[in-house]
T-cell receptor, first 113, second 112 residues
Framework: DAGITQSPRHKVTETGTPVTLRCHQT?????MYWYRQDPGHGLRLIHY???????DKGEVSDGYSVSRSKTEDFLLTLESATSSQTSVYFC????????????FGSGTRLTVV | KQEVTQIPAALSVPEGENLVLNCSFT??????LQWFRQDPGKGLTSLLL?????REQTSGRLNASLDKSSGRSTLYIAASQPGDSATYLC???????????FGEGTQLTVNP
């Protein structure tokens, strides 16, 4: 495993407040990803990173921003949380494009009230 | 846009049965395919990765195959056990290498 740690594991926040989720990996993997998982939609890509300070949008990026200042850390920020962002958020990583499998963290359950 | 369908959505079987889970892609241009297992309230655990040059992979009682020409993959579980109860997800990596697209999963229950 890539040793992926997500924090916090659970969070309840109020509408309109900023929230930052953290993903930390210890295997020096180049690529990191943020997904959200919702009933009826499965897992959907929010943003991904292909290196330090190199990021790109996924299919559901509106309302989210990311930053990657170090190889091991990938942060997901909800600038102003909305109830539609209540979800389970998963971080994943892999070594690079090609025949490398993805490794996932344990998830962060976020509730926006 | 790539879409992934997993059939059946839910499956309940008695212990010891052999079973097949199905996954199909609308765009057959898949580079590789990965099967995952997810237990309730947990993250995803990788089961098998079928690399671009491969057509199948085996691990213990699990066998996964990929037919790129049809955009279909199957996961075969032999001699199922109650501990196999979980949701099984397939995910295909696009040829561009930047996007892993998931199915919604098959929820498997193996009854003792």
């Amino acid at each position: 495993d890539a040793g992926i740690t997500q924090s916090p594991r659970h969070k309840v926040t109020e509408t309109g407040t900023p929230v930052t989720l953290r993903c930390h990996q210890t295997e020096n993997h180049r690529y990191m990803y943020w997904y959200r998982q919702d009933p009826g939609h499965g897992l959907r890509l929010i943003h991904y990173s292909y290196g330090v300070k190199d990021t790109d949008k996924g299919e559901v990026s509106d309302g989210y921003s990311v930053s990657r200042s170090k190889t091991e850390d990938f942060l997901l920020t909800l600038e102003s949380a909305t109830s539609s962002q209540t979800s389970v958020y998963f971080c994943a990583c892999n070594r690079g494009q090609g025949n490398y499998g993805y490794t996932f963290g344990s998830g962060t359950r976020l509730t926006v009230v | 846009k790539q879409e992934v369908t997993q059939i059946p959505a839910a499956l309940s079987v008695p212990e010891g049965e052999n079973l097949v889970l199905n996954c199909s892609f609308t765009d057959s241009a898949i580079y590789n395919l990965q099967w995952f297992r997810q237990d309730p309230g947990k993250g995803l655990t990788s089961l098998l990765l079928i690399q671009s040059s491969q057509r199948e992979q085996t691990s213990g009682r699990l066998n996964a195959s990929l037919d790129k020409s049809s955009g279909r993959s199957t996961l075969y579980i032999a001699a199922s056990q109650p501990g196999d109860s979980a949701t099984y997800l397939c995910a295909g990596l696009e040829t561009s290498g930047s996007r892993l697209t998931f199915g919604e999963g098959t929820q498997l229950t193996v009854n003792p």
